[in-house]
C-alpha cells in the first residue's frame, strides 16, 4: 500500500475563498443599506474615516477569507493507509479525519462551473453516521482520475477485507474487474419541459417575481400614470391585463429554465446495489444511494400531474442526498404512471407496487371534512362581521373545504402484504408510501373522542429519513384495519404471551 | 378492541402533574396581576378584570385539575420482549408501537421536581423518534432502562 500522500487541486482555493464571500455577501449587503452608502466625498469633514470604517472591515474580511482559502487548500493532504482514508488540514490547529474503508458508504460528485473549466470534481464521503445531509469528508477539488483512484482503492480494500472475514474462500482478487451498471431511467428532453411546467417551484418563482415587483413599486409613480391612464381607462384594463399575462409568461419560461438546468440529463444508474443519479447542465451532480440504505419509496402526484397520468417517485434514504436542503432523494422526477412499474420492480423486487387498497368506512366521510370547521368558523364569522356585506361570501370557503376532505377520503387506503405496508393519502398531491416492515421505526395509532364513538381511527408509520425522519398517515379507517395493522407489526402477540 | 395495556403512572405523577399545572396557573396570574395593574393605572375599562379573573380560574381548573387527570388516565405503557408500547394523549389517544430491534439508546432524567418526588423520566429513541414515559419511580425508571437496553440488543434483525 502506498503512502503516498495527496493535494487537493490548486482551484480549490478559490473555490473556498468564493464560498466563502457568498456567505458573507447577505450581512454585507444588509450593512450597506443601514448605512446608506452616506460614504463622505472629501477627506476634510470630520466623519470621512469613520464612514470608512465598514468598508475596512469588508476589505479585512476579504483578505482575511482569501488566506484562509489558500491556507486550507496548502495544509490539505489526503491518503490511504491501513485501510482508511486520512485526511488531513489545518495550519494552527490541525485538524485530522480517518475513515476506514469499510465504514465509507458512497462518494456523491458535484461539478460547479469552476470544476468544469478544469475538468474537476467536488468529492463528498458519505458515512452510515452522516445522517444530517453533512458528508463526513469533503474534497472540494480534485482531478477526475484522483476520485476515480480513491474509489478504486476503497473497493479493492472493502473487497480484501471481505476476504479476510471469509477466510475458507480462495482468495479471487483479479474478480472485481469493471462493476455491471445499467440505466434505470432517462429523462427525455419533452418530460424534462412537462415537469418544469408543472412544477410547484413555479408557484415560488411567482412569488419571487411579486417581491422583487413590490420593491420596485415604491420606485414606480403609480398616482401620476394612474391619472394619466384614467383617461383611457378601457384601455387600462387590457394593459394591465396583457402585462399580468406576460409577468406570468415570463416567470413561466424562468421556471422551466430553472428546472431545466437543474434536471438536464437525469439519468438513474443501478450498478453493485446502488443507485446513482445523475444530473444538472451548468452544475453537474452524482449522488450515489446504496440500496440497502433505502428505508421507503414514495409515489407523489400533484393534482395537476394526476390528470395527465404522471407521478413523481421519491425514496426516503437514511444516508443525506445533495446536501442539507433535499433530503428526499428524486428517483424520477417525472415518469408516466404506465411506465412506472417496469423500472420500480426491477430496483425492488420484494415490492409488490399495485396492491388493493382497503378504504376508509363510509361513516369516516365527515371527519375529513369536520375538523377544517374548527379553524373555518372564527375565520368567517370575523370576516362577515367585519366585512359585513362582502363578507358573507367566505361562508363559500366551506365549499372547497368540504370537497377536498371528500378527496382525501376517497384517496385514502392501506394495503399489507406480507412484509409491506402501503399507505395511500392526499394533502393536495396523492401520496403511495410504500414501506417494509423492517423499516418502519414506529407506529402510532391516534382516536380522537369523536372518532372513538364512530368506531374509526388514525394510524401513521415512521421511518428514518435524514435527521428527522419521515412518517405517513392514513386517516379514519375502520378499528379492525388499525387492529390488523399493529397485529401485523407486532412480533410478539401480547395475547399469547 | 386491543387489550388494555398493563402498566400506569405511579400515582405521585399525578401529583407532579397538578403541581406543574400549578406553576403554569402561577405564571398566568402574574400575567393577568400585571395587566390588571396597568388596567387600573390606565382606567381602562373595568371587565378586563373579570376577564383576568377568569381566566386564572380557567386554566387553574384545566391544568391543576382535569388535564392532568384525564392525561393520568390515559397513560399506560408496557415493556414487552419484542416492543415496547406506549398508550397517551389528552384529546386524542395515542397508542404507539416500537420494535425493540429498532431502539438505539434509553435515557433516564430528573429535574429538581422529579428528584423531590423520587420520580423520573424515561426517554427511548430510535432512528426516527424519541419516546418518553414519564414520572416513573427513580428505582422502577433505572430497572426498566436497564431491560430495554438488555432487551434491545439481544432482539434479532428479521430481515
Known amino acids: ?497 | 378492541m386491543r387489550k388494555q395495556l398493563m402498566f400506569q403512572i405511579p400515582k405521585k405523577g399525578l401529583t407532579v402533574w397538578r403541581l406543574y399545572g400549578f406553576l403554569n396557573t402561577m405564571i398566568i396570574g402574574i400575567l393577568a396581576a400585571v395587566v390588571c395593574f396597568v388596567t387600573y393605572f390606565f382606567e381602562w375599562p373595568s371587565f378586563i378584570y373579570l376577564i383576568g379573573f377568569a381566566l386564572i380560574v380557567l386554566v387553574g381548573l384545566a391544568s391543576i385539575w382535569w388535564f392532568p387527570n384525564i392525561r393520568w388516565n390515559h397513560w399506560r405503557y408496557e415493556v414487552r420482549e419484542h416492543e415496547i408500547e406506549i398508550q397517551n394523549g389528552l384529546f386524542i389517544i395515542k397508542r404507539t408501537l416500537i420494535p425493540m430491534v429498532r431502539v438505539q439508546h434509553v435515557d433516564t432524567s430528573q429535574g429538581p421536581i422529579l428528584k423531590k418526588y423520587d420520580l423520573a423520566n424515561i426517554s427511548i429513541s430510535t432512528a426516527a423518534t424519541t419516546h418518553v414515559i414519564p414520572m416513573l419511580i427513580t428505582e422502577d425508571a433505572d430497572q426498566l432502562r436497564g431491560r430495554i437496553s438488555i432487551l434491545a440488543r439481544v432482539a434479532e434483525d428479521d430481515v
Open chain 1, 1 to 497: 500500500m502506498s503512502d503516498q500522500r495527496y493535494k487537493l487541486h490548486p482551484i480549490s482555493a478559490v473555490i473556498n475563498f468564493v464560498k466563502g464571500l457568498k456567505e458573507l455577501i447577505l450581512p454585507f449587503v444588509v450593512l450597506f443599506f443601514a448605512n446608506g452608502f452616506n460614504l463622505k466625498e472629501n477627506s476634510g469633514q470630520n466623519d470621512f474615516w469613520l464612514s470608512l470604517i465598514p468598508v475596512g472591515i469588508f476589505l479585512l474580511i476579504t483578505i482575511g477569507l482569501l488566506i484562509s482559502g489558500i491556507i486550507k487548500w496548502w495544509t490539505y493532504e489526503y491518503w490511504f493507509e491501513e485501510g482508511e482514508l486520512r485526511v488531513e488540514y489545518g495550519l494552527f490547529v490541525k485538524k485530522k479525519r480517518y475513515i476506514p474503508f469499510d465504514r465509507i458508504q458512497s462518494f456523491n460528485y458535484k461539478e460547479g462551473i469552476f470544476h468544469r473549466v478544469f475538468g474537476l470534481v467536488q468529492v463528498m464521503v458519505e458515512t452510515a453516521s452522516s445522517t444530517s445531509g453533512e458528508a463526513e469528508v469533503i474534497l472540494t477539488a480534485i482531478s477526475k482520475e484522483a476520485a476515480n483512484r480513491i474509489e478504486i482503492v476503497t473497493r479493492k480494500q472493502k473487497e480484501e477485507i471481505r476476504h479476510a472475514d471469509l477466510q475458507d474462500s480462495p482468495l479471487i482478487v483479479e474478480e472485481i474487474a469493471e462493476p455491471l451498471s445499467r440505466v434505470i431511467h432517462k429523462m427525455t428532453t419533452k418530460e424534462l419541459i412537462i415537469l418544469a411546467t408543472t412544477s410547484s417551484s413555479m408557484g415560488v418563482v411567482i412569488a419571487g417575481t411579486a417581491a422583487v415587483l413590490s420593491q420596485f413599486a415604491e420606485f414606480i409613480p403609480f398616482e401620476r400614470i394612474f391619472e394619466e391612464l384614467s383617461a383611457f381607462i378601457k384601455f387600462g384594463f387590457v394593459i394591465v391585463a396583457l402585462s399580468i399575462m406576460a409577468g406570468l409568461f415570463i416567470t413561466w419560461l424562468a421556471a422551466v429554465v430553472v428546472t431545466f438546468i437543474n434536471y438536464y440529463d437525469f439519468t438513474v444508474w443501478e450498478e453493485n446495489d446502488r443507485l446513482i443519479i445523475t444530473r444538472g447542465l451548468l452544475e453537474k451532480k452524482r449522488v450515489t444511494i446504496p440500496l440497502n440504505r433505502i428505508q421507503a419509496v414514495k409515489i407523489v402526484e400533484n393534482p395537476l400531474r394526476q390528470l395527465f397520468g404522471f407521478a413523481t417517485v421519491a425514496v426516503e434514504s437514511a444516508s443525506g442526498g445533495f446536501g442539507g436542503d433535499d433530503k428526499k432523494i428524486t428517483l424520477f422526477p417525472l415518469i408516466r404512471k404506465k411506465e412506472l412499474l417496469s423500472p420500480l420492480e426491477e430496483l425492488f423486487p420484494r415490492f409488490n407496487w399495485e396492491p388493493s387498497f382497503t378504504k376508509p368506512p363510509k361513516k369516516a366521510k365527515p371527519f375529513f371534512y369536520r375538523i377544517d370547521f374548527i379553524w373555518l368558523a372564527p375565520v368567517i364569522l370575523a370576516s362577515s362581521y367585519w366585512l359585513f356585506p362582502y363578507g358573507l361570501l367566505s361562508f363559500l370557503v366551506i365549499i372547497p373545504a368540504v370537497l377536498i376532505g371528500l378527496w382525501q377520503y376517497k384517496t385514502t387506503g392501506f394495503a399489507i402484504n406480507e412484509q409491506q405496508l402501503t399507505i395511500v393519502y392526499r394533502v393536495f398531491s396523492r401520496v403511495t408510501f410504500h414501506v417494509e416492515k423492517k423499516r418502519i421505526q414506529a407506529l402510532e395509532s391516534r382516536q380522537s373522542y369523536f372518532q372513538k364513538r364512530r368506531e374509526i381511527a388514525t394510524v401513521q408509520v415512521r421511518v428514518m429519513s435524514g435527521m428527522t425522519g419521515a412518517s405517513a398517515k392514513a386517516a379514519n379507517l375502520e378499528n379492525e384495519n388499525i387492529e390488523e395493522i399493529m397485529k401485523w407489526f407486532e412480533k410478539s402477540n401480547p395475547t399469547i404471551e
